[in-house]
């Protein structure tokens, strides 16, 4: 198999990056924000990733570790708040939020 | 010739992820861009984080999504609520500030010199050597982290209680 350039991984990582920051951006709804910043989250272990193979070392591949381990903890718990907040406002409206008075 | 299709295929997805009104299509597609990524991880040599992508972000995080939207039992208005939310003023303004970063990025990444990947895989046992050797700290601080985050989602997704003890009850009055 013939070898890649390292741009076009970084390329990719950047795209992806790009449409889940503007995704989050222009999203009202809070649980399409929580898919973007999963896809934000993805390509910045992609871009770990090719790192790790661009130096043919494992920390690349450790950092990946690590970023998974805190997206499935933010998942959790940025679910958990989804539904609080659908309880209390009825609404997934980012902008019914505003308010600190509970 | 493989890495540039899967490429098309994760970007191609992940556009129709953002520009979907039903949140379940958004989340099929997202599968779709997730398996694509793993693709390449396992192309760059990385087999062992290509089976964990698809695990746990195709798998475990993708499903906990549909199983809250599931739980919010939303009706078709809501597609019409996100189609009336998601008009051109909104997007416009965003998505070519952000097009202008990532032409500035591209910029960068084309003007430096080629490097060359490897070809050499990096397989499970090195990781694991690596991530129980020089980074056990990470590894101890992960599993605070997991630790806080079920404490966390355990308490913020409890519900109030409705119907008091009886004793509870007669100490209102």
Do not use: C
Request: charged share 15%; aromatic share 10%.
């Amino acid at each position: 198999m013939k070898t890649l350039p390292i741009e076009s991984g970084l390329l990719l990582a950047g795209v992806l990056f790009t449409l889940g920051l503007i995704s989050v951006l222009v999203r009202r709804n809070i649980i399409f924000m929580l898919i973007s910043v999963e896809i934000m989250l993805n390509a910045a272990g992609l871009a770990f990733i090719v790192a790790g193979s661009r130096w043919a070392q494992a920390d690349g591949q450790v950092m990946f570790i690590f970023i998974l381990t805190m997206a499935a903890a933010e998942v959790s718990v940025g679910l958990a708040l989804i539904l609080q907040i659908y309880h209390h406002l009825k609404t997934l409206d980012s902008d019914a939020a505003d308010r600190m008075n509970g | 010739m493989a890495f540039y299709i899967a490429s098309a295929i994760a970007i191609l997805a992940t556009i129709m992820v953002i520009t979907r009104y039903n949140m379940i299509h958004a989340l099929l597609y997202l599968v779709v861009s997730f398996l694509a990524v793993a693709v390449i991880f396992f192309m760059l040599g990385a087999p062992f984080m290509a089976a964990l992508e698809v695990i746990i972000y195709a798998g475990a995080i993708v499903v906990l999504i549909i199983f809250v939207i599931m739980m919010l039992n939303l009706k078709e208005e809501s597609v019409e609520q996100e189609r009336k939310w998601f008009t051109r003023n909104i997007w416009i303004g965003p998505g070519i500030l952000a097009f202008i970063l990532l032409g500035e990025l591209i910029y960068i990444l084309v003007a430096s010199d080629t490097v060359l990947l490897n070809n050499k895989v990096v397989d499970a046992k090195e990781v694991g050597l690596s991530l129980y050797g020089p980074y056990i700290v990470g590894v101890e601080l992960s599993g605070l982290l997991l630790m806080a985050g079920i404490v966390g989602a355990y308490h913020l997704g409890r519900q109030k209680r409705k119907v008091l003890h009886r004793f509870l009850q007669s100490t209102e009055e």
